[in-house]
């Protein structure tokens, strides 16, 4: 039994890595390896209180990954209800520079501190949206989605909320909101200081922009409202975590419920919907969501809770204990992998196979290294796969104009938390 889930889980994880060659859906290839995977355990229980302790293991992960899966489910809809409400807009037009690198520090600067309270992935979509408000030329606008993607995963490192695998961290009592943000996030600015230094010294980024710069458009009364009542609501969570001592997806559950009651109160239907523009509900927020990243993060998560359940990880935590017995190399080579492997499984795996305390080094190295690794390959992270799909950014484009800053900003991270931290 060991052996054929061991089979599966490693079949099923080379069938998301080359999720594009073969043009199956990650999320596809996760959900089958996850439920075949406790389907086998399932098979080879032979007796009352073998199927009864399976059972009972099946059911505890699915309280673990529920809470993981319904704290996302609500950070998505409080986000998708600010952009139906053009709450982004607004960012625009706090922009007034023409200066290149001047832009491009703000624009980085701006993912950088929105993807802490946004997540890094949907802080990606909506930055790049509006540089393509901005900048005109292609090459500066690849440029400056690269740039988003790099500030976008540091930031998202520091906060309980901003990354997936931070939140996953922070919801499976690894880490503690004031210990991340002391810890880390220095660390993550010296992840984006570092590339943007070294670009500050590029002839390309010298100068102004020629082209007319175009106007903001004029956005509605609420939207500033919207902006900030929803980024409230979202930074509330971990203070609720910390009155309350309940779950964190209690109070993600809770924030988006008074956001929801905000825009029952505000009337919605004084919106004229149309085909191009529907009512801005939470309703239409909810149909916005990226189910298929909701259930890639089920499938992956039951897939890791089996090899836990049959002690899989334990052993290969012992084994990378015995080869690799300083932990900080470990979580480096950890951080680098999430470059080429997805960093949610990595990051589970970690989870289980090391018993360690709230608080441990070993979980705070973890949480920068898988939430940074990722901008040194743009297959590496979400962000990065958003911005190859919205901007065309090729690989070799990438991997020879962007990757090496990447991972000096990353590396420089690295040897703060080191040497310092």
Known sequence: MTELITFMFVAGYLLIIFEHKLNIDKAVSAMITGISCWVVIGIHQLTPEAIDHANEGLLHAMGEISAILFF?????????????????????????????????????????????VLDNLTTTIVMISLVRKIIHHNEDRLWFASFIVIAANAGGAWSPIGDVTTTMLWIGHKVSTLKLIEELFIPSVLCIAVPL???????????????????????????????????????????????????????????????WLISEIDHPFKFPETRESPRPTVRHALSRIEIPSI????????????????????????????????????????????????????????????????????WLQIAYAAGTGGSILIIGSAAGVAA?????????WYFKKVSFLALLGYVAGWLYIYYIG
Do not use: C
């Open 72 to 116: 996302l489910i609500g950070a998505m809809t409080i986000v998708e209800l600010i952009d139906l409400h053009h709450g982004f807009d607004v960012v625009s037009q706090w922009i007034r520079t023409r200066k290149k690198f001047i832009l491009l520090a703000i624009i980085s600067l701006l993912a950088f501190f929105f993807s802490a």
């Open 295 to 362: 259930l890639f993060f089920l499938g992956i998560l039951l897939a890791i809770s089996a090899l836990q359940t049959i002690g899989q990880l334990g052993h290969l935590g012992q084994f990378l204990q015995d080869h690799i017995a300083n932990p900080v190399l470990i979580s480096f080579v950890l951080g680098l992998l999430s470059a080429v492997i997805d960093n949610v499984p990595l990051v589970a795996g970690a989870m289980g196979m090391y018993p360690l305390p709230l608080d441990d080094p070993f």
């Open 197 to 259: 230094v070294i670009t500050s010294r590029m002839p390309r980024f010298w100068g102004s922009y020629k082209e007319e710069t175009p106007q903001p458009s004029k956005t509605h009364a609420s939207s500033l409202f919207y902006l900030w009542a929803g980024v409230g609501l979202l930074v509330s969570v971990p203070v609720f975590k910390a009155l309350t001592h309940l779950p964190p997806f209690m109070g993600m559950l809770g924030a988006m419920s008074v956001f």
């Open 388 to 396: 190859m799909g919205l901007e065309k950014i090729q690989y070799p």
